[in-house]
């Protein structure tokens, strides 16, 4: 197909439906990953194995799209005369319009939700991790063989640590 060309092809349809498939799924892991922190900063520990079930499942189904669209792209590439694995950019660039538009969201959109879920993701590890600690320094204490925290966070020998006054 020529960029010129105001008959789409079959390839072109068949990216577009693909990568609209992606981007739902793209904002149900944010979705997701916002359900996820939701627990978490609620302290409703006994959904985080669901809440991090749902996370994986999603990230399972976006790996099935990508193969998908690696393939999409591929076909389209060729009806364009582009080689193999472009970029939206570049395919955009060897459209006319309406394609042009219509990659170029798919681009902006990808962008941006991609930054949400980063942003997401790196806040849930934060918490999770402080929750993990906060849970081992409690487990640590009950038992009394605890130590202090070095700087780097892990558990450091010397002194015991103790959270909860045993002599009451």
Not at 11 to 20: K, Q, R
Not at 93 to 122: K, N
């Amino acid at each position: 197909m020529s960029a010129t060309s105001s008959a789409p092809s079959a390839s072109l349809e068949n990216l577009s439906s693909v990568l609209w498939r992606e981007r739902e799924l793209l904002e149900l892991l944010l979705y997701k990953l916002e359900v996820e922190q939701l627990v978490l900063t609620g302290g409703r520990q006994q959904w985080l194995a669901a809440a991090a079930r749902e996370v994986e499942d999603v990230l399972e189904e976006i790996r099935d799209v990508e193969l998908l669209r690696a393939v999409c792209v591929d076909g389209a590439a060729a009806d364009l005369g582009l080689p193999s694995a472009p970029s939206l950019a570049e395919i955009a660039q060897a459209c006319s319009e309406p394609w042009r538009g219509i990659w170029l969201d798919h681009r902006e959109s990808f962008t941006t939700v991609t930054t949400q879920i980063t942003e997401m993701s790196q806040s849930n590890r934060v918490l999770l991790t402080a929750g993990y600690q906060a849970a081992q320094a409690t487990l640590l204490a009950m038992s009394g063989s605890g130590g202090t925290y070095g700087a780097d966070g892990a558990v450091a020998a010397g002194r015991p640590a103790s959270m909860i006054d045993w002599n009451l």
